[in-house]
């Protein structure tokens, strides 16, 4: 079945440095990717996504670009802020006929001033 | 623009007693949604989902159920509820027309179970 990987948490990173969090996925087909955002006691926010190879999805400063060769989907930032803090969610969804997305199970970021 | 509400946002409750979550979506018409429970420190666990009104799957079973009375509002229930139910509970929706359309989650509801 379908499946995302990312990478385990937390990661603590100091203000105004350069961010990766790494996600891979395992689909038939080709799948749409997405990356949310979970700030401490708030629902899931739409980061970015994207809906076909070499797409690159980008919102806030954040870039994700999706490689089919390598099944991936990282996240990166060049210069994190505090308020960057949060759970970030990296996700797909199948292709045709699909419902439902697929999560990983999330990366807590901490960014410390 | 479509916006989605969740009520209520907190809730304690004793072990045993119902549960009644509510989540409406306004703006849009015919929309999928969706039930998700989060867990202390944990990922996303989809519960229920439907397409339609009338038209629900269970994702995992339990002692959760969920209905959807009106097109756009779908509800979580429970009729006894157990400690391992404490979560944050989250709707969403998507857009029942794209393919490619994301979901987009309400703000959540904390259940704790005493």
């Known amino acids: 079945g379908d499946s995302v990987t990312q990478m385990e948490g937390p990661v603590t990173l100091s203000e105004e440095a350069f961010l990766t969090i790494n996600c891979t996925y395992t689909?038939?087909?080709?799948?749409?990717l997405f990356w949310y955002v979970q700030y401490p006691g708030e629902g899931l926010q739409l980061l970015l996504k994207?809906?076909?190879?070499?797409d690159k999805g980008s919102n806030k400063g954040f870039e994700a670009t999706y490689r089919k060769e390598t099944t991936s989907f990282h996240l990166e930032k060049g210069s994190v802020q505090v308020s960057d803090s949060a759970v970030y969610f990296c996700?797909?969804?199948?292709?045709?006929?699909?419902?439902?997305?697929?999560f990983g199970k999330g990366t807590k970021l901490s960014v410390i001033p | 623009s479509q916006t989605i509400h969740q009520w209520p946002a907190t809730l304690v409750q004793p072990v045993g007693s119902p549960l009644s979550l509510e989540c409406t979506v306004e703006?849009?018409?015919?929309?999928?949604l969706y039930w998700y429970r989060q867990a202390a420190g944990r990922g996303l666990q989809l519960l229920f989902y439907?397409?339609?009104?009338?038209?629900i799957s269970s994702e995992v079973p339990q002692n959760l159920s969920a209905s959807r009375p009106q097109d756009r509002q779908f509800i979580l229930s429970s009729k006894k509820l157990l400690l391992s139910d404490s979560g944050f509970y989250l709707c969403?929706?998507?857009?029942?027309?794209?393919?490619?359309?994301?979901?987009?989650f309400g703000p959540g509801t904390r259940l704790t179970v005493l």
């Open positions: 969403a929706w998507k857009g029942g027309q794209s393919l490619y359309n994301e979901q987009f």
């Open positions: 689909a038939t087909g080709y799948p749409s």
């Open positions: 994207a809906t076909k190879a070499d």
């Open positions: 996700a797909l969804l199948p292709g045709a006929g699909s419902y439902q997305l697929t």
């Open positions: 703006g849009t018409s015919n929309p999928n």
């Open positions: 439907s397409i339609g009104i009338d038209q």
